[in-house]
C-alpha cells in the first residue's frame, strides 16, 4: 500500500502560479502511472494530467499552461500550474493508478 499526500494549493491571483506537490510514503517506481486530479464545487472529479512511464498527458482545459512531472527518487510527483485562471479553483488530489490510492485533496484557490 502507498499514502499520497499533496501540498502547495493556496490563494493565487489570475495570472499566477503555483506548484503542487504529491509526496508518496512508499517508494514509487518509473513504471507506476500517477495522476492529478481536481474536483471544483457541484462538479465531478476531472482528470488533470496522467504521468505514465514514457509521456504525460494533460486535460485539453490545461495543456501548455500545467506541467506534471516526477522525481523517483523523492517519491514524489509535482503540478506546475502556470497562467491560472478562476476556473481552475478546485481541491486537487493525486491519484496512484497501481493501487488505486487517492491523497486527501490539496485547495486551489483563484480570484481577485
Known amino acids: 500500500q502507498v499514502q499520497l499526500v499533496e501540498s502547495g494549493g493556496g490563494l493565487v491571483q489570475p495570472g499566477g502560479s503555483l506548484r503542487l506537490a504529491c509526496a508518496t510514503s512508499?517508494?514509487?517506481?518509473?513504471?507506476?502511472?500517477m495522476g492529478w486530479y481536481r474536483q471544483a464545487p457541484g462538479k465531478q472529479r476531472e482528470m488533470v494530467a496522467q504521468i505514465k512511464n514514457s509521456a504525460t498527458v494533460y486535460a485539453d482545459s490545461v495543456k501548455g499552461r500545467f506541467t506534471a512531472s516526477r522525481d523517483n527518487a523523492k517519491n514524489t510527483i509535482y503540478l506546475q500550474m502556470n497562467s491560472l485562471r478562476p476556473e481552475d479553483t478546485a481541491v486537487y488530489y493525486c491519484?496512484?493508478?497501481?493501487?488505486?490510492?487517492w491523497g486527501q485533496g490539496t485547495q486551489v484557490t483563484v480570484s481577485s
Open positions: 512508499g517508494t514509487i517506481s518509473s513504471i507506476y502511472t
Open positions: 491519484y496512484n493508478f497501481n493501487f488505486g490510492a
